[in-house]
């Protein structure tokens, strides 16, 4: 079974916390969405012991374009806030 998981990022906020959204998939198949305050989120270590890739690392996008990465994953209700 290929599993990867992608990271978006974008600026920090204006007290210096940051945003990570990390994306799964299950043979190329969207499969959860967790978002992050943290600059290494601690989901992706457990993500990568369930057997996880990485596929694209920190792709850094505007505040918009994150946003609308987030909107659209969580209009699949399935954006999970993690540590």
Same mark, same amino acid.
């Given at each position: 079974?290929? =599993?990867?998981?992608?990271?978006? /990022?974008?600026?920090?906020? %204006?007290?210096?916390?940051? +945003?990570?959204?990390?994306? &799964?998939? *299950?043979?190329? =198949? +969207? /499969?959860?969405? +967790?978002? #992050?305050?943290?600059?290494?989120?601690?989901?992706? #270590?457990? $993500? +990568?012991?369930?057997?996880?890739?990485?596929?694209?690392?920190?792709? *850094? $996008? &505007?505040?918009?374009?994150?946003?609308?990465?987030?909107?659209?994953?969580? %209009?699949?209700?399935?954006?999970? *806030?993690?540590?």
């Amino acid at each position: 079974m290929n =599993k990867t998981y992608h990271v978006f /990022s974008r600026n920090n906020d %204006i007290s210096g916390n940051p +945003f990570r959204l990390v994306i &799964t998939f *299950h043979n190329g =198949k +969207f /499969s959860e969405a +967790f978002e #992050s305050r943290s600059s290494e989120p601690n989901i992706i #270590s457990e $993500l +990568f012991k369930k057997g996880y890739k990485e596929g694209f690392r920190n792709i *850094h $996008l &505007t505040p918009a374009e994150y946003n609308s990465v987030k909107k659209f994953f969580l %209009i699949e209700n399935k954006i999970q *806030h993690v540590h």
